[in-house]
């Protein structure tokens, strides 16, 4: 008989969905990755074309899609504000259409989904840490709205689909997460951090560098993912994911600094609109429920995000 698992991940050539297909891929599933290669590259999943258990389709989930799967991790949607600002209506059209899309196809293969949310479902936060229960402060027309309040339907759609259509659903909110395959260009702050003290060039702090963000490397939040996916029917999340270690921008700048012996100077300019001041996860229920928490330090997790920097630094020379 047939046991390997169908499992479809969008945004699957991406920083977070190449890390997911490998994983799949160690546990012996089948593995279906669709991307339409917005923000993500063939480069991240070149490695896995060869292998037979790996598929990959090039498609945009705005449009529907029907193939026969038992799983699908909906990751696809360009992640860093510099990309989802690019084309915010596609951003909100990838965000609604694509669940609707991608929920549409769960419901009529009977395929448990997984959502790929987002701590920014809580806006600029008033509760801190932030709980699952807490409701969020978002504003509804600003320059980040199409990727929060877009994240925020979708979430809606989930819930409705497990409602109205009994549907396996497992909603996970991501807090800032890192690691070897971001884009070196997407403007996110480790990536940009990293960059600049490589090439020895002003690190860009928006603002005073006094607000904060709890950053994960990526292993410890595909751990997560796999647990959650695997957990009962009755688990739907929304679950928070992430490292409750919290720094300052200033901090994270100065930790790179020091692990890259960079020349680097800090330089502080304007602190982008609705930027959250804090940022923090409580993940008390992924610990309970999935027996999870993140083992690897920023420290740990930043040397082989600086060494993956350093060598598309080299290719690019
Ligand atoms: P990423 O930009 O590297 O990956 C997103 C992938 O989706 C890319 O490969 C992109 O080409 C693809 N994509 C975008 N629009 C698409 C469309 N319409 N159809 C098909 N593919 C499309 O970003 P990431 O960091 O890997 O994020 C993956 C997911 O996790 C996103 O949904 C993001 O919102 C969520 N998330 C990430 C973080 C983080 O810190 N990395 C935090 C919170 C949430
Ligand atoms: N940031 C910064 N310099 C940069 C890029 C980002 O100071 O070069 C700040 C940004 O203003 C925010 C924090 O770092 O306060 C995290 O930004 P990122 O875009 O990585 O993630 P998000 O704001 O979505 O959490």
Redesign the pocket.
């Known amino acids: 008989m047939y046991t390997r698992k169908r499992i479809l991940v969008t945004g699957g050539s991406g920083f977070l969905g190449s890390h997911l297909c490998e994983r799949l891929l160690r546990e012996g599933d089948d593995v279906l990755c669709l991307d339409n290669f917005f923000t993500g590259t063939k480069d991240n999943i070149l490695h896995l074309l060869d292998n037979p258990h790996f598929e990959l389709i090039r498609h945009d989930v705005t449009f529907p899609l029907y193939v026969e799967v038992d799983e699908i991790y909906n990751l696809a949607c360009p992640a860093?504000?510099i990309h989802y600002q690019f084309d915010p209506v596609q951003t909100t059209k990838t965000c609604v259409h694509g669940a609707i899309n991608m929920l549409g196809l769960a419901k009529r293969v009977r395929a448990k989904i997984f959502q790929a949310s987002t701590s920014?479902v809580y806006g600029d936060p008033e509760v801190h840490p932030q709980p699952e229960s807490y409701w969020g402060s978002v504003n509804p027309i600003g320059r980040r709205s199409c990727y929060d309040e877009g994240k925020r339907c979708a979430e809606t759609l989930f819930f409705d689909y497990h409602r109205q259509h009994k549907l396996r659903i497992k909603v996970a909110r991501i807090f800032?997460t890192y690691g070897p395959r971001m884009h070196p260009n997407d403007?996110?702050?480790?990536s940009?951090?990293i960059v600049q003290a490589l090439q020895n060039e002003p690190i860009?702090?928006?603002?005073d560098?006094r607000?904060t963000?709890s950053f994960c490397y990526v292993d410890d939040l595909i751990e997560a993912f796999i647990r959650l996916m695997s957990t009962d029917d009755e688990c739907t999340g929304p679950m928070n994911l992430g490292n409750p270690g919290e720094f300052t921008?200033r901090e994270l700048a100065e930790t790179i600094i020091a692990m890259t012996g960079s020349a680097s100077k800090l330089t502080f300019t304007q602190?982008?609109s609705d930027?959250?001041m804090q940022?923090k996860p409580d993940i008390s229920l992924a610990r309970k429920v999935l027996d999870w928490e993140p083992r690897i330090s920023l420290e740990q997790g930043l040397q082989p995000t600086i060494a993956y920097f350093e060598q598309l630094l080299k290719g690019s020379q």
């Open positions: 860093s504000p920014e800032n403007g996110r702050v480790v940009n951090f860009t702090i928006y603002g560098g607000q963000r921008i602190l982008p930027d959250p940022r």
